[in-house]
């Protein structure tokens, strides 16, 4: 197998890459999102793959890693927060720009698949990604096949009831699903920071909250300490049912240090296990786990989105 080129089509920009054989990044370029507007949307993704190819001087395989998921109905992408994407048979719209056969997954799948093949969890069988960031979200890769599910929504977690919910986790947040409670109404970064207020302190972004918690600010490390124990209670919801070696963090929250040892630590009281052995790490790749993940839907073993 040849080069390859992993696209992360993100609602601001787009980031894309070419790989080689090894996994190292060998060229990247990167454009801003034409923000509601499809048809530049297929242009300008297919304009950086022939960029790159150009630089580059390969013909590769390409993978894209966009919002939402490709309905299993019609093929056409929905659930996208991009939303001009949605209703739009976009994996066909780029096969005709582009003239091949391309892959295409799941953000937080393509995050977990990287992760999984060269990342944080390499040489493990089971890999959860987690997605705590604007949203929650996640992705499982199966011995670096990443496991789509019969309604395209494996590893959706965020969207599960929080589990055990004590006096402080009411009265039980409305998410914009149309539901109440949902695990991303209180694991989000802006979840975070709505406890904060709630519990007295002014409205600042989750990133601020971690770092006076770090500085010992009572509030703050009172706020963390409830978002860890909810983030144990949801994980441990996870682990009973597909038992992951490992579990990566990503987005906005995974830069938390304290998360780590604290997470680790409170999970086995939820886990019906006398022992827990999985490991619940920060991902390897960071804000590259996109284009990289994009990339590995062309790895022998990974599953595209049907
Ligand atoms: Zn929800």
């Not at 659930?79 to 048979?89: F, I, K, M, Q, V």
């Given at each position: 197998m040849g080069a390859r080129i992993g696209i992360d089509l993100g609602g601001t920009k787009i980031e894309a890459a070419v790989l080689d054989a090894d996994g190292r990044v060998t060229h990247r370029a990167r454009r801003a999102t034409p923000a509601g507007q499809y048809d530049a949307t297929v242009a300008t993704v297919a304009g950086l793959v022939k960029t790159l190819e150009a630089e580059a001087r390969v013909r590769a395989s390409v993978g894209v890693a966009t919002p939402g998921a490709r309905s299993l109905v019609d093929g056409r992408i929905k659930?996208?927060?991009?939303?001009?994407?949605?209703?739009?048979?976009l994996k066909e719209d780029l096969e005709r720009a582009l003239d091949r056969e391309i892959r295409m997954a799941n953000d937080a799948n393509c995050f977990a698949l990287s992760e999984a093949v060269d990342g944080a969890?390499?040489?493990?069988?089971v890999v959860f990604g987690v997605i705590l960031g604007t949203g929650v979200g996640g992705g499982v890769v199966v011995d670096r096949r990443i496991v789509t599910g019969a309604n395209a929504?494996?590893?959706?977690?965020?969207?599960n009831p929080l589990p055990?919910?004590?006096?402080?986790?009411?009265p039980l947040p409305l998410c914009y699903c149309g539901r109440?409670?949902?695990?991303e109404t209180y694991l989000s970064g802006p979840a975070l920071a709505a406890d904060f207020a709630k519990a007295g302190a002014e409205r600042v972004d989750a990133v601020e909250i971690a770092r006076r918690a770090e500085g010992g600010e009572p509030r703050a490390v009172a706020a963390m300490e409830r978002y860890e124990v909810r983030l144990a209670r949801s994980l441990a919801g996870v682990i009973n049912i597909i038992d992951p070696d490992v579990i990566v963090l990503g987005g906005?929250?995974?830069?938390?240090?304290?998360l780590y040892p604290s997470v680790t630590r409170l999970v086995p009281g939820f886990?019906?296990?006398?022992e827990v052995r999985t490991r619940i790490v920060p991902p390897?790749?960071?804000?590259?786990s996109g284009v990289r993940g994009a990339a590995w839907?062309?790895?022998?073993?990974a599953g595209e989105v049907r």
């Open positions: 659930n996208a927060n991009s939303t001009c994407l949605n209703g739009r048979p969890g390499a040489g493990a069988s929504i494996a590893g959706e977690w965020g969207h055990l919910p004590e006096t402080s986790d009411h109440r409670g949902c695990i906005g929250l995974s830069n938390v240090a304290r886990v019906f296990s006398d390897a790749h960071g804000d590259a839907l062309w790895n022998e073993a």
